[in-house]
């Protein structure tokens, strides 16, 4: 059975910090793309960050210069560190594996960013 669990999220103040974690299970994890996404309210779900299996990232513009995806093969997980935080990214933040046709999401964790 494949889990991910994502964690660390809350709630920061603009300028904060903060680093979502997810751990995999059921899966040979270093061979897969991992990747963050979010969801605000009332918006489509967005890539952030992705991660090959060869280390090989790519940023949404928007968050190129604050956020640093990184990932632990030995752990079987995927990170984000998150600096200079802003209300807008206020958002559901969600894991995802993924290879070839398979695809895999985490049950999501809250960031919020607020004064």
């Known amino acids: 059975q494949v889990q991910l669990v994502e964690s660390g999220g809350g709630v920061v103040q603009p300028g904060g910090s903060l680093r979502l974690s997810c751990a995999a299970s059921?899966?040979?994890?270093?061979?897969?793309?991992m990747g963050w996404y979010r969801q605000a309210p009332g918006k489509q779900r967005e890539l952030v960050a992705i991660i090959s299996s060869g280390a090989s990232i790519n940023y949404a513009d928007s968050v190129k210069g604050r956020f640093t995806i990184s990932r632990d093969n030995d752990k079987k997980t995927v990170y984000l560190q998150m600096n200079s935080l802003k209300p807008e990214d206020t958002a559901v933040y969600y894991c995802n594996a993924k290879l070839a046709g398979l695809a895999y999401w985490g049950q999501g964790t809250q960031v919020t960013v607020s004064p």
């Open positions: 059921g899966i040979t994890f270093s061979i897969y793309v």
